[in-house]
């Protein structure tokens, strides 16, 4: 192989490695804001809790805990390391190629 192909697919590991951070970064700031009771007024807290609110649909009512932070930390942490454990594993193994 060239090594301008192999560049270009340490280009693309680069890429979902970082798409991947981001969405996890996103759930976490959800998190964080949810614990420290953010303003749910506010356009940045709303900006986030709809973003997570769409990587987490698929998590997010998963757990059934009596406590409310609970159920967040827990449906919103599991997409975040379902996320990150996802993205870095097609990262590296785009990376091999």
Do not use: C, K, Q
Not at 5 to 34: E, F, K, P, Q
Not at 61 to 74: C, I, M, N, Q
């Amino acid at each position: 192989m060239s090594p301008r192909y192999r560049t270009g697919s340490n280009s693309a590991g680069t890429v979902v490695a970082v798409i991947a951070d981001i969405m996890a970064v996103i759930l976490g700031l959800w998190i964080l804001m949810y614990l420290l009771d953010a303003n749910r007024g506010n356009d940045l807290v709303r900006f986030v809790h709809d973003a997570a609110d769409w990587l987490a649909g698929w998590s997010r009512d998963l757990f059934t805990f009596d406590e409310a932070w609970a159920r967040v930390v827990a449906g919103y942490g599991l997409a975040a390391v379902v996320y990150l454990f996802v993205g870095h594993a097609v990262a590296n193994r785009l990376r091999r190629h």
